[in-house]
């Protein structure tokens, strides 16, 4: 057997905002690089650690958003000005990653 697919079913693509009744997904969160930056959200703290494949991947808070807005960061995306905070976070949990 091969993968074989009707062309005929195929319906061309409808953007989601195009569907009523349903709203478009917030963006996800940009990191303040600055503090004049008046969009995007600065880390409160690092909640977790986890190992994904060779990259390591922080569970970040945001300042002022609620828990639903935690989310998983990659390291290369935190900025350097978090350093800090990413050593004490390792200091309190040591075994972590």
Do not use: C, M
Request: proline letters at 13%; aromatic letters at 12%.
């Amino acid at each position: 057997l091969h993968p074989v697919f009707n062309v005929n079913l195929l319906e061309p693509y409808t953007p989601p905002s195009d569907f009523p009744g349903r709203s478009n997904a917030p963006p996800a969160p940009t990191l303040i690089l600055d503090d004049n930056v008046a969009q995007g959200f600065a880390i409160k703290e690092f909640l977790d650690v986890r190992r994904v494949g060779r990259r390591f991947d922080y569970l970040v808070d945001f300042v002022n958003q609620p828990q639903s807005e935690r989310s998983w960061l990659p390291l290369s995306d935190i900025p350097s000005t978090y350093n800090e905070t990413l050593e004490h976070f390792h200091r309190l949990h040591p075994k972590l990653p």
